[in-house]
């Protein structure tokens, strides 16, 4: 047990060596600052010129949580990236050689990688969800709009959106360790978050199998274990009451998700022979 401690103070120590940590988390915060005061002046003051367009207005209960979670419905993207880099850093500046003569027991090194990194995704996500409801709130109470922070239901979306990003955090750690390389790392998760997995979410929404199958996606199951995301505005999927999975299920595939990329990974490069 000594052993596995000295492995997660090892890890919080690497990772507050460089700088890469703090200066994601301020840009994580002023966009979804941004974007959270622009969603709900939209939603808010934009809400009756919209029905005029002929664009369907959501409730004004469900204009908060659909404000608060871009914390981690657009956030996500950061803590996932982190624990990419983070996993893959050990190879780009070759520490991982002495860090294995450290504790030869790779399952500990791991294992102690996901839980520094799975408390650093919890940081994210407190400072998106105080990047989201600070000016969200401000800027819904500005149009006359319920900003629901006196709602139970509301701090419980919020308490998941801490869980969810965490658990994209640690997605992150396993993607690195099966991916190596920083540059890849990075293509792929921006790729795949935002250009990839929103297309097929959209297009799962054709079809009703289909969007049995999109539920399953990686950012639907986020989606539902929070319980709202500008998809359920724009009515992809995830967002609907038909597709969408409970919010324990979403949960439970994101933490599927991460266990099997990062078993992939230790058993596909982490087991081999480093130099």
């Known amino acids: 047990m000594t052993g596995f401690a000295n492995a997660i103070r090892s890890e919080f120590a690497k990772i507050l ?8 988390l301020i840009i994580l915060v002023g966009y979804i600052a941004f974007l959270a005061a622009l969603m709900g002046g939209l939603l808010g003051a934009l809400s009756d010129q919209l029905v005029d367009q002929g664009v369907p207005a959501l409730p004004e209960a469900l204009i908060p949580p659909v404000v608060y ?36 027991r790779r399952v500990v090194v791991i294992l102690a990688k996901l839980v520094a990194l799975g408390a650093f995704g919890l940081l994210y996500g407190i400072a998106a969800v105080i990047g989201a ?4 709130a401000g800027v819904l109470a500005l149009t006359g709009t319920d900003s629901g922070l006196g709602e139970s239901d509301t701090w419980a979306l919020l308490g998941r959106i ?57 950012g639907a199951a986020s ?14 999927p995830g967002g609907g009451v038909s597709t969408q999975l409970e919010w324990w299920q979403g949960g439970l595939v994101l933490l599927a998700i991460a266990a099997a990329v990062t078993v992939i990974g230790y058993l596909v490069t982490w087991r081999k022979d480093v130099t």
């Open 69 to 104: 979670s871009t914390a981690s419905s657009i956030g996500y993207v950061f803590p996932v990236l982190f624990g990419a880099l983070a996993a893959t850093a050990e190879l780009h500046h070759k520490t991982l050689t002495p860090t294995f003569l450290a504790n030869p």
């Open 17 to 24: 060596s460089v700088r890469m940590w703090w200066v994601l």
């Open 162 to 218: 801490l869980i969810a990003m965490t658990l994209w955090a640690v997605i992150g750690v396993g993607l690195g360790t099966l991916l190596r390389s920083q540059v890849i790392a990075i293509v792929v998760v921006l790729v795949f978050t935002q250009f990839l997995e929103p297309i097929l979410r959209f297009g799962a929404s054709v079809w009703e199998w289909t969007a049995e199958l999109g539920k399953f996606l990686p």
């Open 133 to 136: 409801v600070g000016p969200g």
């Open 223 to 236: 989606d539902a274990l929070v319980g709202a995301s500008v998809y359920t505005m724009m009515g992809g």
